[in-house]
């Protein structure tokens, strides 16, 4: 199975810190946000993986490379304007394949296990859903929540009690089949469509997650995992990558 992250976003909300360093390349625990979920894809054993980006994203790609260090196999998908969550991925699908991926979003950090998680997704995508998603705890910041989950796995737009979308989900091909090439779609609108449809399904997660969206939340994670995880530092990069 390929993966994708998505890496493309501008991240004002983290500004001035993202003026001259894409927010995936910023550091919690001594290691980048993107760092962290190449290590555990590559744990995981996914080792095909596209990485989208538009504003600095020259710096990703000399920050990543082709991926070897980390042993995984890099492709990159330019995007001159930030196309969107799901212009992203559609934009990006030629370098994908014909069957299932996953998607991940680059700025977020999250402890799953990414090997079973992809099993238990298989068993959803191969017999009739169109994508199967991870949910998380409504945190603070997002007390509304998104989707509703059933009893059975299925996320419904019915009422009841929404957990958040963590950005992590398998996806069919043919789920971004309306997204034209190069045009901007948020992936939020593809979902509440194939929600009704009942097309997807998902998952409740109770991990580590964090939407790393404000200055504020970066720091506290930084702390966090620098006292708690003490992680092995990632490679260096090139003195380029480190430019301010």
């Known amino acids: 199975m390929k993966a994708m992250i998505l890496a493309a976003g501008r991240g004002e909300r983290m500004r001035p810190l993202t003026d001259h360093t894409p927010k995936p390349l910023l550091r919690v625990g001594n290691k980048s946000l993107i760092g962290w979920h190449i290590e555990r894809l590559a744990r995981a054993g996914i080792t095909e993986l596209v990485i989208n980006h538009a504003h600095l994203g020259h710096r990703i790609e000399t920050a990543l490379g ?11 998908s330019e995007e001159v304007l930030a196309l969107e969550t799901a212009g ?10 014909d069957g299932p991926f996953l998607v991940v979003s680059g700025d977020a950090y999250c402890d799953i296990d990414y090997a079973p998680f992809i099993a238990r997704a298989l068993t959803r995508v191969t017999h009739g ?18 989707f509703v989950l059933d009893m059975g796995g299925q996320l419904t ?20 089949a309306k997204v034209q090439p190069g045009e901007k779609a948020k992936l939020v609108s593809l979902l509440r469509e194939a929600i009704r449809a009942g097309h997807v399904s998902g998952e409740r997660f109770t991990g580590r997650w964090e939407d790393v969206g404000t200055p504020e939340r970066l720091a506290l994670l930084d702390n966090e995992l620098s006292l708690a995880l003490q992680p092995t530092p990632e490679p260096p990069t090139t003195p380029a990558a480190e430019e301010s």
């Open 88 to 97: 992203g991925v559609a934009n990006a699908l030629p370098l994908l394949g």
């Open 129 to 146: 859903k169109h994508a199967h998603l991870v949910l998380v705890p409504n945190p603070p910041h997002h007390p509304e929540g998104d």
């Open 66 to 76: 082709d991926g070897c260090r980390y042993g995984v196999h890099i492709q990159y």
């Open 157 to 176: 737009d019915e009422e009841g009690s929404r957990l958040t979308f963590s950005g992590i989900g398998i996806y069919r091909p043919e789920f971004f």
